[in-house]
Every structure is written in C-alpha cells, then in structure tokens.
C-alpha cells in the first residue's frame, strides 16, 4: 500500500467480516478480479476502448486538494493510466492500495477531490447509501466521475438478451431501504444495468433534489458500435482489429443518434461548495 492510501484508507470492520455469505461474496468477486487482470493483457481492443475512457476521466478530473480515488478499481488499470490514484475494490488484491465497500467509504469528511468508478454505480444495491457517502467524503469542487452502462431502446435489447448482468428498468434506485446490521453480505457482482440511467436521467429531478450539493455538469451517452462489438472482457470479439478506424468514424457520424444507440454513459458530478 502506497503512503497516500495508508493514511487514506482504513479496513471497516465491516470489510472484515467472516461469516459464511460475506466469504462466497468476497471469493468470488477475487476470483473475478484476478481473471479480468488476466484477460486485461490479452485483450489490445479492450486496452485501447479503456485507455480512451482513462483520457476522458483524466481530464474531467477537479483539481481542487485532496486525493484522487478509484471507487470498484478492478484490475487496476487507471492507477496504472494515473499513478497517485488510490484503487479500492470490495475485496483486497496485491494491485489495489486498499478494500473498500462504496457504501461505508473508509474516508474523512471533504478528503477526496476526485471519486472515479468504471462499470461500478449499477453493482451498488443502495445507490443513495453511495451517493451519501460521496456528498460526505468529496472536497467542495471535487468531483464524482462514472462510465457506466446506458440503456437506450437498442442497447436496452442486446442488455436483456445478450448479457449476462440484471436489467430492471422499473425499480426506483433513489429509494431509501433500511439494512438489519445483521443482513447477508450483498454479492458485489449482482447488478442492474438500468441504475445509471435511471439515477441520472428518469429520476434526475429526484436526485437533484435529495442531493442539491451534488450538481451534475455533465450527461453523455456514448459507444454505439465499437465498445459492443469488442466483447469486453467475458466475450468473443464480434469485429476485426482492422475495421476499428472504420467502425469509430461511424460512430462519430451517428453521435446525434446516441440517445436511441448508446451502450454507454459519461457522467460529471461536483460537489458544491459550502454556502
């Protein structure tokens, strides 16, 4: 662990927990870690589409004091694109600086300038217990950064049938849920692809109102053919390297299309500052 994410970071107890549920969850997201670090060096697409993601964060990044931390980091590649990253995930890895639950963030009030999730925000169950922790441990001006699933009515059909993640377009993701202290450990690799979109466009008024100090400066939707023909990291790849040029000037064309086709979504949120 680097000196940054030691004085950062600590273990909740809550990420020490033994029971039976809390060990299938955590083995099995490990066991899922190691593998995309794995397929992460075989994969030149799936490299290339992150590294893209990478710039697009790094320079969405607010420079006010504070840390940078990667919320659900995975493999660990934007600590990588971005050494000083502090990377946690739920369960700890040799890569990661440290283990942390988004839920029961492991740091001080106004600590961080910048909170950075990949693919994170639709595995939180209780995305307002996440959103509130960001409200407490974000720096006025520092920023909240997500590249997450979108789901438009075409990506919306390839999600439902063609991926293996939860899809639920009609849960309200901004609704309170009271958790017994005692409650099972919530695998971290369930999922609703919808939460993103439904947090940030169908329920926008509503989050604006439960968190008027988190302003959202920035909605995107994006990557309509190459991200979902790459096959990420589980599938096979759909397109060949040598159309790939090809294939992101297209989506260049059809960007004013990509509320109808996007995979994908960019969201910027910052902090406000105290009045």
Known sequence: MSGTSATLCVETPEARRTDDAARVAQDRARARLERHAAIWRMRPLTRDIYRRYHQTI???????????????????????????????????????????????????????????????????????????????????????????????????????????????????????????????????WEANIAIPTLVFWRHLSTFRKRFPELRVIRRQRLDMIVMPLSGGFERRRLIPLFLIPVARALERVLAPLAPWLAFRCFLLIEKTSKH
């Open 58 to 188: 790094d320079a969405a990044r607010s420079t006010v004091p504070g840390a940078d931390v990667e919320v659900g980091a995975g493999h660990g590649s934007f600590a990588e694109f971005r050494p000083g990253t502090v990377s946690c995930d739920i369960v700890p890895c040799p890569w990661l600086s440290c283990s942390a639950d988004a839920t029961r963030l492991p740091f001080a009030d106004e600590s961080l300038a910048n909170i950075i999730m990949i693919d994170v925000l639709h595995h939180v169950a209780r995305p307002i217990a996440f959103l509130k922790q960001t409200a407490r441990v974000l720096a006025p001006g520092g920023r909240l950064i997500l590249l997450e699933p979108y789901v438009s009515p075409v990506s919306s059909i390839a999600w439902r049938y063609f991926h293996d993640e939860h899809i639920d377009t009609h849960i309200d993701p901004l609704k309170e849920r009271a958790t017994a202290a005692d409650a099972p450990e919530e695998d971290p």
